[in-house]
């Protein structure tokens, strides 16, 4: 009964290759998000989708695609690897955009770039 | 561009209360407050967050002082499995969270 899960949780690939985090909630929930955690333990959040669509999109590399399926669905797509991407991704939902008190997130995924 | 600041680090003795605060000077009139912690290696959770009034819920108490510079997130009694970096959090430009370094909180038995 995970309420915010992701996968993988670990990932470990070489420089230049594509790949995908998948998230998925079971809450109902809108709006859905993906955070990074870099080595330095900063949060920042990447994007932000409501009902399927971009609402929040930091300056993040074009490399960095989100796709959501559906509002239960956020997947990141990273095309190109690189070293610096090596970080925690945690993706989060909340009931509705804004909803800066009720956002749940899953327990990450650790991207580590050789 | 954490419009927030925290201490780094703090102890507190298991049991006791742990108090954790946040300088938020240039907070604006409608901005909430919110903490959010991070037990290690799991995502953040939500704990608390308040306006004006002081705010109290079943894990914590936030005091808010009355010129809303400032707050202190209070663990009244502390566990070993609130050992954890606790962020004190203000919306930014885009309306979303931002997290600051955070305090880590170190309970010891």
């Known amino acids: 009964d995970t309420a915010v899960s992701q996968t993988p949780k670990y990932l470990v690939t070489q420089m230049g290759n594509d790949k995908s985090i998948k998230c998925e909630q079971n809450l109902g929930h809108d709006t859905m998000y993906w955070y990074k955690q870099d080595s330095k333990k900063f949060l920042k959040i990447m994007f932000s989708y409501n009902n399927k669509e971009l609402i929040i999109n930091e300056t993040v590399p074009n490399r960095f695609s989100p796709k959501s399926p559906d509002k239960a669905h956020l997947n990141l797509h990273i095309n190109s690897l690189e070293l610096g991407d090596s970080a925690v991704y945690f993706c989060?939902?909340?009931?509705?955009?804004?909803?800066?008190?009720?956002?749940?997130f899953g327990p990450g995924t650790r991207l580590t770039v050789l | 561009d954490a419009k927030t600041t925290q201490p780094p680090s703090m102890d507190c003795a298991e049991g006791r209360a742990a108090n954790l605060p946040c300088n938020h000077s240039t907070i604006s009139g409608n901005e909430y407050v919110y903490w959010y912690r991070q037990i290690h290696s799991q995502g953040p959770q939500y704990i608390i967050h308040?306006?004006?009034n002081n705010e109290t819920n079943e894990m914590a108490s936030l005091i808010i002082t009355e010129d809303r510079k400032s707050s202190t997130l209070i663990l009244p009694h502390a566990t070993l499995r609130d050992t954890a970096v606790y962020y004190c959090?203000?919306?930014?430009?885009?309306?979303?969270?931002?997290f600051g370094k955070g305090t880590k909180l170190s309970v010891k038995p």
């Open positions: 989060a939902s909340s009931p509705r955009a804004h909803s800066y008190n009720e956002q749940f």
């Open positions: 308040g306006l004006k």
């Open positions: 959090i203000v919306r930014g430009s885009q309306g979303n969270l931002i």
